[in-house]
């Protein structure tokens, strides 16, 4: 009964093609990227413009149900995976740029818009959209935004967090919130915007956010490396951060496991250096000059020369800058190879990252038998991702494997999450990270902006 | 009784030097920069440690007294200035630099450290720290980050909330909660330390930070230009932009009243370029090679010669430098040649500062008999500094300057505050810039934090 009278409800307010339910409800809207199963839904809502959001919202918050929100279904940790019973509401008719603002260089959208729409009408007006992450095509920018997206050039650029100058959301209680700031400095109070970057859907829904443009790069330049060692890593990090100063783009590793499988096994991928290395550095830097080409060259002789490096592939076109990144994009590959496996996303001091592997690789062999770990990512920002499974089991030992990876990085000091957020996966190993008291307050700060708990619940805390 | 009960509990818990009352309470501790005059606290706390920040807010909330927090004292919008019958909590003995990681390019330091102790320190270490303000050598870190202050490089290096990785912070009720994480990316729960920074000690008193340091530039280049009109102003900051890349880190605007009395009428400041101009704009880059400073001269060079520019003087020494910021920095010394004045931090569209600064100078006039004002600021952040008062007039018209700004700031669009907060002084004027149901949400995040109203209560809000 009350069921029946929600849908109606939605459908007399939001109009019949935004509200589906029963049999209509797409296999689509029922799961995200994560291992964890499909989940139906009550009902999906489709909103076509922010003030659609704010209507569903009210309404669901009289009603009391559940509402998770759902952009591109691209996470890895289960934040938009629906609830059963709940409404899941979606953004895929929110979409659009609505303006590009060359003298303030900002670009204001709708939060269901895909990265990859973004990018293009950022390159189109002369800019650049600087988050870049293998999920381009198909993620939504009000996802990005949720779970403070990564990405590959963070060392230069930042965070999803540093791309945001406003937002505008609707809260828990269906209050549409303007905050589409476009300044680059704005001190007048809070910054409310924080509040729901990173903060995975669970206190407001985003709607429209202002995005902040960067000049596009005139070169880009990129090496693929073999290095000897960790120390020669981090002296080539150093020099790279000293000569190239801010030009510097990205610094991504690959340990000899991973270079092997993307290499040797996934399909298309060119083996752009020879010979067996303990480390694969890409390393890219993008200039606002052709001087910087030379200069960049001339950093990688002086590594070189200086026995840093072993042996180095330098790009002579996009096209071998292409080709370099798809050995590092290759693990979108691996379940090709490999089937079934876990993926982390764990943040480690910088200093500790090999010694870690090292640890990783070694425990979950000893503890999980025939476990295979593969290990690469973002090393200049201290992230590094690693791909985990049993080849050919029947059921994969996902707990284990999460044991083993989560109860390490807390010896190590890190992070269960560097990108992609805790949803549902990392929900009971998020204390290795936080202090009670860090826990305490994020539920304070939920209690206050959700005090029925529907938005997203069960998701993070 | 209930108030020599405080004081004797406080002398007990903390020590008798970390309490001051009654004649001991020292004069600098009664007023910030403010035009606002001084108050007398009940008592001024100076714990020496974070344990005592947290005892001493224990036993404000106890008793249900009200609690401001004192750095250095330089804020100008009112924020560190005391309630008379409260406790002034000044972060003066809690001071000094804990640690400086090389390997994760970060700082750990006591939030009473002065902002110039740990540009000193980074420097010593090889490294930059990127923020740089006029009060440098008197303003505590701790107060850069509750007011997110702004300052002379955002173009380059972002705000105060762009240099913090972590922050231990203790809340209203008394509670130490330790986020001083070291990591770049570190997405597992909400980010807690946004909720701090820019928040003027409203929800929390922060204790210690971790900073985010910089590679040190290799050189610094930086040019004194005059320009014939707007047009060119934000022709040079676009191809500055475009040519300098990440290397521009100032972009420095003077409208003409004010490089008169900068540099005509304040004394021992330098006046590097002859000749009337409709702008003077100081344009800084700091680079990672000694190419960066010949990239420099030729962009300069382009400009003369498109006729962007009108004349420009190009700096030979890091002394130069330091001259030509000297007319920028003059604003400091107006008052020995103005007296008593407003001065204010708006933030405008880049595009329409121009537009504004006509409209506002003629309006001042025309509404306050014998007003002056001068107009100047970080021109590539879209912040403009005013400063106005009538020379010589008995009391000055404070209230009439800020009607007249503020009203104009409305109507441009822009915003009361970029980079100084709002404190008591721009108040009744938020809702010029925030929403209604913005000033709402704030609120919530308000009363969820801080319940019983204690901690630096009738600031912002």
Redesign the interface.
């Known amino acids: 009964m009350a069921s029946s009278n929600i849908v109606e409800q939605l459908r007399q307010a939001l109009g019949p093609s935004a509200v589906l339910a029963g049999d209509d409800i797409p296999d689509r809207n029922l799961q995200d990227w994560s291992t964890l199963g499909p989940v139906r839904p009550q009902v999906v809502i489709r909103p076509s413009d922010p003030q659609g959001v704010a209507t569903a919202m009210r309404i669901a918050a009289q009603h009391g149900i559940a509402v998770v929100p759902q952009g591109g279904l691209t996470g890895l940790a289960g934040g938009s995976r629906p609830i059963e019973g709940g409404m899941a509401l979606s953004l895929e008719r929110l979409v659009g740029i609505e303006e590009i603002d060359p003298?303030?260089a900002t670009m204001t959208v709708r939060a269901g818009t895909t990265l990859e729409a973004i990018q293009r009408a950022a390159d189109d007006a002369g800019f650049l959209f600087a988050l870049d992450l293998g999920a381009r095509g198909s993620c939504a920018i009000g996802g990005n935004i949720g779970?403070?997206a990564?990405g590959n050039r963070?060392i230069?650029y930042?965070?999803m967090?540093?791309m945001v100058l406003g937002l505008e959301v609707v809260?828990p209680d269906g209050?549409?919130?303007?905050?589409l700031?476009?300044?680059?400095?704005?001190?007048?109070?809070?910054?409310?915007k924080?509040?729901f970057?990173?903060?995975e859907g669970t206190?407001g829904v985003v709607t429209r956010a202002v995005l902040k443009l960067f000049?596009k790069?005139?070169c880009t330049m990129a090496a693929l490396c073999g290095l000897g060692s960790y120390e020669a890593v981090?002296e080539l990090l150093a020099s790279a951060?000293?000569?190239?100063?801010?030009?510097l783009s990205a610094f991504e590793a690959m340990w000899p496991d991973y270079w092997e499988v993307a290499t040797r096994r996934v399909p298309n991928i060119r083996r752009p250096i020879a010979g067996d290395h303990e480390f694969y550095i890409l390393v890219e830097a993008q200039?606002?000059?052709a001087?910087d080409a030379r200069?960049f060259d001339s950093w990688l002789e002086s590594q070189a020369e200086a026995g840093t490096i072993e042996d180095a592939a330098v790009a002579q076109s996009l096209a071998d800058v292409k080709a370099f990144w798809g050995s590092r994009d290759a693990a979108a590959d691996f379940k090709l190879v490999l089937g079934p496996h876990s993926s982390f996303d764990i943040?480690?001091?910088?200093?500790g990252m090999d010694a870690y592997a090292r640890a990783c690789r070694a425990l979950l062999a000893a503890e999980i038998p025939g476990c295979t770990s593969y290990f690469y990512g973002?090393i200049g920002?201290?992230?590094m991702h690693i791909i985990a499974c049993v080849p050919g089991a029947d059921a994969q030992p996902y707990d284990a494997i999460d044991d083993v990876v989560y109860q390490l990085v807390r010896r190590h000091g890190?992070?269960?999450?560097?990108?992609?957020?805790?949803g549902l996966k990392?929900k009971k190993f998020?204390a290795y990270?936080?202090?009670p008291?860090?826990?305490?307050?994020?539920r304070?700060?939920k209690?206050?902006?959700d005090p029925q708990g529907i938005l997203n619940p069960g998701k993070?805390?």
């Not at 951060?241 to 030009?247: D, E, F, I, K, S």
């Not at 943040?347 to 200093?351: I, K």
């Not at 008291?437 to 994020?442: G, P, Q, R």
């Open positions: 003298a303030a779970t403070n990564g963070v230069r930042g965070m967090r540093d809260l209050t549409l919130v303007d905050g700031n476009k300044m680059i400095k704005n001190n007048a109070g809070y910054d409310l924080q509040l970057i990173g903060s206190l000049p790069p005139a981090l951060r000293r000569w190239l100063g801010p030009t200039g606002s000059h001087d200069r943040g480690l001091p910088v200093a973002h920002d201290g992230n890190g992070t269960i999450s560097a990108e992609h957020g805790i990392k998020l990270t936080r202090t008291e860090e826990l305490a307050l994020m304070v700060i209690n206050a902006l993070v805390l």
